[in-house]
């Protein structure tokens, strides 16, 4: 893909496609507990996860592997830590999916997540 543009909007639907996919349909029990243990296993497959569909992303639009791989291992750190960020969170307050609270945590993560790929797209634009 030579057009920045059209590189970008590919990109960005793969990696939002491959968030779907990891957030919420690949989680296993172990990934959703203890969330806001920080050397938590769960947590760490969980943000691998995420980093190998990046990757995967990246390199189906022609980024180089080696940037790639550089940029994978960026949002697998990020990836954790916005997540621990949100365990701890939700366990300091307590609040549940019933409470408006859980859903502006819950918001403010996923934004989190949304902004580390246009950093991600632009660390890597052609």
């Known amino acids: 893909m030579t057009d920045p543009v059209t590189f970008a909007l590919v990109l960005l639907f793969l990696l939002q496609m491959k968030h779907l996919f990891a957030d919420f349909y690949l989680q296993t029990p172990r990934m959703l507990a ?58 300091h307050t307590g609040h549940g999916p019933t409470q408006a609270g859980f859903w502006r945590a819950f918001g403010v993560d996923q934004a989190m997540h949304q902004w580390s790929y246009l950093v991600m797209v632009w660390v890597v634009l052609p």
Do not use: C, T
Not at 50 to 76: K, N, Q, T, Y
């Open 34 to 91: 203890n969330r806001a243990v920080y050397f938590h296993l769960g947590r760490l497959q969980h943000a691998g996860l995420h980093a190998v569909g990046s990757l995967v992303a990246m390199v189906l639009v022609g980024v180089p592997v080696a940037l790639a791989l550089i940029v994978a291992v960026f949002e697998w750190a990020v990836h954790f830590h916005i997540d621990w960020g949100k365990g701890r969170w939700s366990d």
